[in-house]
């Protein structure tokens, strides 16, 4: 089992839905990121949460620390959103344990 | 823009050669990271480097080594190149005194033929 798991794999969404991806993980975490990659590889930090939640624009990011689990949310989904959404904790020190990614399509 | 650029943006080198990749992370971050990423995976965490020490290295053989810099560059070394190595690699810098944001350089796309 890896120790931090995404769902779901791949999403397709109509511009305008609301879109929540999940992010599990089995240890204790000091931060938890959250991550966009568009294809070519470059990697966008989103969030980066120890508790609570962040909102930046559309994007809101949530950290449930006693269940181990964290959620991404898009509001009002456009086509530039399609891109891979990966998660990634931190435990200590500055090395982060990702998840496998998200692929996220949006059509217009 | 995220202040951490890498080289080459591509490279395509021979099985049995050896590569160097490049980073240089934001004036200040003491802190580098370097991940192997595979074509549809996530990142695997290679070593991380702090005031040019070596600091943890994830489960990757000793022919992957690497260097940080006073100037806050860093390299990425890999000997006997094997098929398998073909990957995105990424690195990725922080300032330990600051928060646990982390900074990510665009990648080098590495064939291995």
């Known amino acids: 089992k890896n120790e931090v798991e995404q769902s779901p794999q791949n999403l397709t969404a109509q511009e305008g839905e609301f879109i929540t991806i999940n992010c599990s993980y089995s240890?204790?975490?000091?931060?938890l990121h959250w991550l966009q990659q568009h294809p070519g590889g470059g990697i966008v930090s989103l969030f980066m949460?120890?508790?609570g939640k962040k909102k930046h624009g559309r994007l809101i990011a949530t950290i449930n620390i006693q269940e181990k689990h964290s959620s991404l949310h898009i509001t009002a989904s456009h086509p530039r959103d399609s891109a891979v959404y990966i998660c990634?904790?931190?435990?200590?020190?500055?090395?982060?344990?990702f998840g496998e990614g998200t692929q996220l399509t949006v059509n217009p | 823009e995220t202040g951490v650029t890498q080289s080459p943006t591509h490279l395509i080198k021979t099985r049995g050669q050896q590569v160097t990749l490049r980073c240089s992370s934001q004036?200040?971050?003491?802190?580098v990271s370097w991940y192997q990423q595979a074509l549809g995976q996530g990142p695997q965490f290679i070593f991380q480097?702090?005031?040019?020490?070596?600091?943890g290295r994830g489960n990757f053989p000793p022919r992957f080594s690497g260097l940080q810099f006073p100037n806050y560059s860093s390299e990425l070394n890999v000997n006997a190149l094997e098929l398998d190595d073909s990957a995105l690699y990424l690195c990725?810098?922080?300032?330990?005194?600051?928060?646990?944001?982390?900074?990510f350089g665009p990648g080098t796309r590495l064939t291995v033929t």
């Open positions: 004036s200040g971050h003491n802190t």
């Open positions: 990634a904790f931190q435990t200590s020190g500055s090395r982060l344990t």
């Open positions: 949460l120890s508790s």
């Open positions: 990725a810098s922080r300032d330990t005194t600051g928060s646990y944001e982390q900074y």
């Open positions: 480097y702090y005031r040019e020490e070596e600091n």
């Open positions: 240890v204790g975490i000091s931060a």
